[in-house]
DNA sequence: ATCAGTTGTAGTCAAAGTGACTTTAACTAA
DNA sequence: TTAGTTAAAGTCACTTTGACTACAACTGAT
């Protein structure tokens, strides 16, 4: 056997007995006008990597967990300092383990996903390592981030279809079209205006306010507000919350 | 400022300055015979603990995750250690990173849920520090198990409401009855059996044998079939797979 | 052998929900 | 004023769901 073969074994086995490392990353969407069509898609930012792993690819907002802080407060650090926005929503997606994500040591990363609102979103900070990207279609990314982004959007489509998280990715106020805009985005398909006004205004939660967004040119749509938990973010569940 | 005082003061900082230990936990769930109705019931087992955190009260069975092993596989060799066991079902139920759910050192717990199905579940080995207890109306557990439990639980009632997860609790064959008594075990309600066939046979992930279930005093009900995933367990979702 | 009791299996019916579509109201731009 | 556009409400057929009834098939006791 040959020395170098051999050495590179032993650290193989060596790297898998040390306790693994702890990273936390972030699946930020938020929504934003397509260039082409004006409507709004689905965008995430990601950062550069400036380190060897992968440097030089684009990677989720993340790092080590190093701070006294919970897993979501890490989380939404990640957002802060990346984004220097805050979440409308925050939740845990999923903890990846597999052996060899890294090539070198081996890591845990406990991934949340987010949303922001499109207000803020579109004032969010860019620069040379930080860049938007369009969510699908995306090149490969550094580590199994590309995989993890396809999962966080099937966890959003999931949740779109029968839950109240489109809200969270718009203002404060809006349309009932806007809403119905957001899961057209989200699900990619068109969705018949009057039916989808009927069931949200069932299920609602949402109200409607005296005003209307002037300005088209067409008869004004009236605003709507959403009245579950506003701008704060909450946990995955409603049941038993699983923050600890 | 008294020595004291000081002293266990900078022993908080330096523990939370020190990386989290990372353990694997595993929520395991069975059908059983209640004691009194002889209706089927949820049971899990528990490991009782042996050393200081929590000495002497009952915990889920896990550890630290030492060996070389996937995260799913860690929380399967849990469920092969403690109950000698293999799952029908495993995926990943959430990571709990609270600063303080272990009093000395901070404690990430990455934690699985698993079911197994009945006829294993009673050959299953107890012992003096491994016991079955029904799922519901547990004492208080060791760390923050107690809430996991109930976290657990919760998804599994939401899974099974539509899913179909319920085969994975029996065996190979089974009749409809036996289905909806899965149902009405979990969800704790009864259920109309002409209905719920119904619903069955459209949604239909099982398949009619030519066999049937001969002893009791009653016309003989068919057995059937499930014809998804068998007995391998197989991750959370259908589209991308999160297992890495 | 017959009958009561129990359970499996199929069918009926009304109420609620859903998807495709039509109609009317309210506004802007020419 | 008129054409064009979108908001918002309503219609209608179809499907799904829950409660219930009816019948079939078997066991065990009389």
């Known amino acids: 056997m040959e020395r170098q073969s051999f050495a590179s074994a032993a650290n193989v086995s060596e790297r898998l007995a040390q306790p693994p490392a702890l990273a936390i990353s972030t699946v930020i969407f938020a929504l934003r006008p397509s260039e082409s069509s004006g409507r709004p898609t689905l965008w995430l930012p990601l950062v550069r990597r400036i380190r060897e792993p992968f440097k030089g690819l684009w990677a989720l907002p993340g790092g080590p967990l190093t701070r006294a802080d919970s897993l979501q407060d890490a989380a939404a650090r990640n957002l802060q300092d990346t984004t220097g926005l805050a979440p409308s929503y925050l939740e845990q997606l999923y903890a990846f383990g597999g052996l060899h994500r890294s090539p070198s040591q081996r890591v845990v990363s406990i991934v949340y996903w987010a949303m ?28 199994d981030h ?96 699983p923050n600890a």
Request: net charge positive; charged share 25%; proline share 5%.
């Open 116 to 143: 922001v609102q499109s207000a803020e979103a579109a004032m969010a900070r860019e620069s040379e390592n930080v860049k938007w990207f369009r969510a699908d279609g995306l090149d490969a990314l550094a580590f």
């Open 146 to 241: 590309r995989q993890i982004v396809d999962y966080a959007l099937w966890r959003l489509r999931n949740k779109m279809t029968y839950g109240s998280i489109a809200y969270h990715l718009l203002g404060e106020k809006f349309t009932l079209a806007q809403v119905r805009e957001v899961y057209e985005a989200v699900l990619d398909r068109t969705v018949d205006p009057a039916n989808f006004r009927r069931q949200l205004k069932q299920t609602a939660h949402i109200e409607a306010t005296d005003e209307y967004l002037q300005g088209g040119k067409h008869r004004p749509p009236r605003l709507y507000r959403y009245t579950g938990a506003t701008s704060e973010y909450f946990p995955a569940t409603n049941p038993p919350s």
